[in-house]
């Protein structure tokens, strides 16, 4: 089979969507990558993909489509694809909209967090999920990660198909297991950042936006004797409100981008990530893998995966009291953290493998036997 997998920005494309491709692949697939352009769709077509640079804006100003939609219908028809695979809120609802216009014959679709939330404008929301119930009248089966939204979906009637499934979230647990030597890896780590060693590490990954929390997560680090050490940085393509690091707050390290996660989860403490909207969040996943308790809000997504008193705690959302309260309870709880993390840990291992959830795909849409058909088994 021929497929496109088609997201809005070349980053979603290669740290998330990836592992799909890969696998199918090795199925025997013929896959095209569809994104903005940029240096992780090069480093996407160094695997041996080819690639298709369609430049898609992530504003909601329909006039700023008209072209990408029209290049869509255009690639879409000459490439005459058996699948699209749609990903991210704008990319999926202009390239489900191009997709049907070209007459695509199985368009999928992954919602890895409908837009819309509980905290957003009534007004607001109702119009995001018209939306989505629009292009669900182009989309033959509809993917969530977390069971909340697939509810959701559901409840809506987002899938014309009538085939909804929530396929959860994972990474590879082998990228986040334990480091043999513990203790000279934790050392060699901190030591490397200019962390102390004996300090009750808390770690952050996420972009650098006030929508993941960042504000109140300062806030509620103010004079605590712990560190935080920020990872991620701003996407040049984002929206939301930027955020400063304080520069008059010592125990903050921001680290920016980093391709050394596994390792700097391995020399931290304790995860949070205090965002106001998720999908199903893989940074969670990641942290659970390496043994950390994880503090995380109480929004779609997360609290599916954080156990509240039994993997992590989960603390209401922009509330920087709350925050404080809980990084206090775990840092001056270190039994309390050894046992959140192995009960995290079990339960990443148990629901949280990347492979598992790459086979759910497959298998629901026919691909993991590529010499059994040339077109998408009907869902």
């Given at each position: 089979?021929?497929?496109?997998?088609?997201?809005?920005?070349?980053?979603?494309?290669?740290?998330?969507?990836?592992?799909?491709?890969?696998?199918?692949?090795?199925?025997?697939?013929?896959?095209?990558?569809?994104?903005?352009?940029?240096?992780?769709?090069?480093?996407?077509?160094?695997?041996?993909?080819?690639?298709?640079?369609?430049?898609?804006?992530?504003?909601?100003?329909?006039?700023?489509?008209?072209?990408?939609?029209?290049?869509?219908?255009?690639?879409?028809r000459r490439e005459r694809f058996d699948m699209v695979h749609v990903h991210t809120p704008v990319a999926a609802l202009v390239g489900r909209l191009a997709a049907r216009r070209a007459g695509v014959q199985c368009i999928v679709y992954t919602a890895h967090g409908f837009y819309f939330h509980?905290?957003?404008?009534?007004?607001?929301?109702?119009l995001f999920v018209m939306l989505e119930w629009l292009a669900g009248r182009f989309t033959h089966v509809l993917f969530t990660q977390a069971e909340e939204d697939a509810a959701t979906a559901r409840r809506f009637s987002f899938c014309a198909g009538g085939v909804i499934e929530a396929i959860g979230n994972g990474v590879d647990p082998a990228r986040f297991a334990p480091p043999q030597d513990e203790a000279t890896h934790r050392a060699s780590v901190r030591a490397s950042i200019g962390a102390p060693a004996n300090a009750t590490a808390v770690m952050m990954v996420g972009r650098l936006v006030a929508e993941k929390g960042y504000p109140e997560l300062f806030a509620a680090m103010r004079d605590l004797d712990i560190e935080l050490w920020a990872v991620g940085d701003r996407l040049e393509s984002d929206h939301a409100g930027a955020v400063t690091v304080p520069?008059?707050?010592?125990?903050?390290?921001?680290?920016?981008?980093?391709?050394?996660?596994?390792?700097?989860?391995?020399?931290?403490?304790?995860?949070?990530?205090?965002?106001?909207?998720?999908?199903m969040p893989r940074s969670i996943i990641e942290a659970m893998?390496?043994?950390?308790?994880?503090?995380?809000?109480?929004?779609?997504?997360?609290?599916?995966?954080?156990?509240?008193?039994?993997?992590?705690?989960?603390v209401p959302?922009?509330?920087?009291?709350?925050?404080?309260?809980a990084l206090c309870a775990l840092a001056n709880g270190a039994s309390e953290r050894?046992?959140?993390?192995?009960?995290?840990?079990?339960?990443?291992?148990?629901?949280?493998?990347?492979?598992?959830?790459?086979?759910?795909?497959?298998?629901?849409?026919?691909?993991?036997?590529?010499?059994?058909?040339d077109k998408p088994r009907s869902p």
């Open positions: 089979m021929k497929i496109c997998q088609l997201c809005a920005v070349d980053f979603t494309l290669y740290h998330f969507i990836l592992p799909l491709m890969r696998a199918e692949a090795a199925a025997g697939h013929e896959v095209v990558a569809v994104c903005s352009d940029g240096k992780w769709l090069d480093k996407t077509r160094d695997e041996g993909f080819r690639a298709a640079p369609v430049s898609i804006s992530r504003s909601f100003n329909i006039f700023r489509h008209i072209g990408a939609y029209r290049q869509l219908v255009k690639l879409f509980e905290r957003m404008a009534r007004w607001k929301r109702a520069d008059d707050a010592p125990n903050i390290r921001y680290l920016g981008h980093r391709e050394d996660v596994p390792a700097l989860l391995a020399a931290a403490d304790i995860f949070v990530l205090p965002s106001h909207r998720e999908g893998f390496a043994g950390l308790p994880v503090i995380a809000t109480d929004i779609r997504g997360s609290r599916e995966e954080v156990v509240d008193g039994e993997t992590g705690m989960l959302v922009d509330d920087a009291d709350a925050l404080r309260v050894q046992r959140m993390g192995a009960a995290g840990q079990a339960r990443a291992a148990a629901l949280y493998d990347e492979a598992l959830v790459i086979e759910r795909q497959l298998t629901r849409l026919g691909l993991s036997n590529a010499g059994g058909s």
